[in-house]
């Protein structure tokens, strides 16, 4: 999404800017062995006049003045909508897209910056579905000169989804895909991920804050709310084979942000058909022991903005 130009040096560092909390990822790709986490921290703010205040200390603890990043647009920054680009290329699609996308926008399409992507059906001759994501170019003006104010080369501009890609694109092992459910505070997010491609992504309204009142020996609280993400995964699952000719996906990985409730993955691999594990970061990167399961957790859409120099 939105490129400027390629990043250069083994740290790629990448951002999340909402108004009330922030996140931070350093990673250091290494080519023969697992990738590094060099740093990764958040923050909370009152509002977005502390982004810069919170950056300029960022890029001194870390020494990463200058450094390229990647961004990763927060939920509400942006829109994705499903579009006809067939038989178009290059600037045509883009030109196509934004007006096909112009009633969808409560602004006017030419205030827009819009970038495209395709989802092409496993293994069969349907047709590609084309996707746009558009978001307006004055809030984006907004977050590059913070970031520039603060010493930071913005080089790419990415979406969660597509931060959530990066994360499945790391299960090299499955033949048939990896999902993963990233749990944050009120909100939960899924991904469909096989050999690179992301064929779902989609979000729904149960997370943690909705879990946790149950999570302390209610279970049939808890039950009541699996039972919802059941449903969501499960008619997920359903969509890709019908629409994409995809089979079940090898593994589902769930990622809880705070307190981890164990009886969620079990609950979840009781009543889905596929494999359901918590995910774990020592997998995947090389972490040091001050950075905590749960902290790494909450900055999951981060990491995969950081990946997003080998997995894109």
């Known amino acids: 999404m939105f490129n400027k130009k390629h990043r250069t040096g083994n740290i790629q560092v990448a951002l999340m800017l909402a108004k009330d909390h922030g996140g931070i990822v350093g990673l250091q790709v290494n080519s023969d062995k697992k990738n590094t986490i060099v740093f990764a921290e958040d923050c ?17 603890k870390y020494s990463v003045a200058s450094s390229a990043c990647n961004l990763i647009l927060t939920a509400n920054s942006y829109q994705l909508i499903q579009a006809d680009l067939s038989g178009l290329d290059g600037d045509d699609r883009r030109d196509a897209a934004r007006w ?84 944050a505070e009120n909100e939960g997010m899924l991904a469909i991920v096989r050999d690179g491609q ?53 593994r589902l990985l769930v990622a809880q942000c705070g307190v981890e409730i164990p009886a969620v993955c079990h609950y979840l691999n009781e009543y889905l058909a596929t494999s359901v594990e918590a995910f774990n970061w020592s997998d995947y990167f090389d972490v040091t022991p001050d950075l905590a399961t749960q902290d790494l957790n909450s900055l999951l859409l981060v990491v995969g903005g950081a990946l997003r120099g080998e997995s894109s």
């Open 44 to 60: 909370s703010f009152t509002d977005s006049s502390e982004h810069s205040q919170w950056l300029q200390a960022m890029q001194r």
């Open 100 to 183: 096909q996308i112009r009633e969808n926008l409560e602004y006017p399409s030419d205030e827009a910056v819009v970038d495209v992507f395709d989802v092409v059906p496993f293994g069969s001759d349907r047709k590609t579905l084309n996707y746009v994501v558009a978001a307006p170019l004055s809030s984006l003006k907004t977050v590059v000169k913070t970031l520039r104010d603060a010493e930071f080369e913005l080089t790419t501009i990415d979406i969660p989804e597509l931060a959530l890609r990066n994360i499945c694109a790391l299960s090299r092992d499955d033949e048939r895909g990896t999902a993963i459910l990233w749990l």
């Open 198 to 250: 992301l064929y779902l992504a989609r979000s729904f309204s149960v997370g943690m804050s909705h879990l946790h009142p149950y999570g302390q020996g209610d279970y049939e609280g808890l039950t009541e709310q699996l039972d919802d993400i059941v449903l969501e995964v499960q008619r997920s699952f359903d969509f890709c084979e019908s629409t994409f000719l995809l089979p079940m996906v090898s």
